[in-house]
């Protein structure tokens, strides 16, 4: 519904929550449901993976996505009718925050999270 929603456009897979994780076969399970290009894993019924090929951009996909994840709630709480952005939008502006993207995540969100925590907690 908006523009940070790109990020996740044909990316997020979906496993199914099943209980404390002592089985070694739910990784395999899991390592399925996130097969490549997808970065994002939404755990059903209990949170969600985001990766990167850095700290830093599995970082910000995880704060995009509780951000974009907020939006939609409000959004759909409306009862009105939204509209959506094409699927060549999503596409072109998914592709520019991509890891190889001209806007890849992390480059800079991730410098300006670092002053903010040194600020409120200094070493």
């Not at 399925?32 to 059903?44: C, D, E, Y």
């Not at 952005?85 to 999503?90: A, I």
Request: hydrophobic share 35%; with cysteine.
């Amino acid at each position: 519904l908006d523009l940070d929603s790109a990020i996740f456009y044909n990316s997020v897979g979906y496993h199914d929550f099943e209980g404390l994780s002592i089985d070694y076969g739910e990784q395999e399970r899991m390592g399925a449901a996130l097969p490549r290009p997808k970065h994002t894993l939404i755990l059903r019924n209990h949170g969600a993976v985001t990766t990167g090929k850095s700290i830093a951009s599995a970082w910000c996909r995880h704060f995009y996505l509780h951000q974009v994840c907020q939006i939609n709630l409000l959004a759909y709480s409306t009862g009105k009718p939204l509209t959506r952005p094409s699927q060549e939008s999503l596409e072109q502006a998914g592709a520019a925050v991509a890891e190889d993207g001209m806007f890849c995540l992390g480059n800079v969100e991730w410098k300006a999270c670092k002053k903010l925590v040194e600020r409120k907690m200094p070493f």
